[in-house]
């Protein structure tokens, strides 16, 4: 179990994802989407931290990632050791809940801008190429996030 601490620890990228962190789920989305070179998928995973990072600084702001970080996060939830230990050195829990009918975030432009200007707040710089992709139908906020089966892609 985590304890939620009121302020949590920004922290800088070694110390948030660890480079063996970063590369074992990088490898887990190249080999779910080989479309993606590792690179891609490295900074998708630090992308995800930051976001998770952030919204941990910011209980009950609705977040939301872009489709690409999304993929970045479900590797982290895929690794629950290196999930829990990254939960731990946030000082939060940062919920994944998916958008589902009737639990829909709301204006996803008003989410973004909230997400980005969270993620910059909290020290961390906006991968542009990862984050100009749409929304992912998903927040961290019941203040979390899937791929809905709605979009037709679940996994």
């Not at 590369?23 to 630090?46: K, Q, W």
Request: net charge negative; glycine share 6%; charged share 25%.
């Amino acid at each position: 179990m985590n304890t939620a601490l009121e302020r949590p620890v920004v922290l800088p990228l070694d110390d948030l994802a660890p480079k063996d962190v970063r590369t074992r789920l990088a490898r887990y989305i190249v080999r779910e989407h080989p479309e993606f070179s590792l690179a891609i998928a490295e900074r998708m995973v630090v992308a995800a931290a930051e976001f998770q990072a952030a919204s941990a600084a910011n209980p009950g702001t609705v977040m939301a990632p872009s489709k690409l970080v999304d993929h970045g996060w479900h590797a982290w939830i895929m690794h629950t050791r290196d999930r829990d230990a990254l939960m731990t050195r946030i000082g939060a829990d940062v919920p994944h809940v998916p958008d589902l009918p009737g639990n829909e975030p709301g204006d996803r432009t008003a989410a973004r801008r909230t997400t980005l200007n969270a993620i910059e707040a909290a020290g961390y710089p906006i991968d542009q190429e990862l984050w100009a992709s749409p929304s992912a139908e998903c927040s961290q906020c019941h203040a979390g996030c899937t791929d809905s089966p709605n979009g037709g892609k679940g996994k």
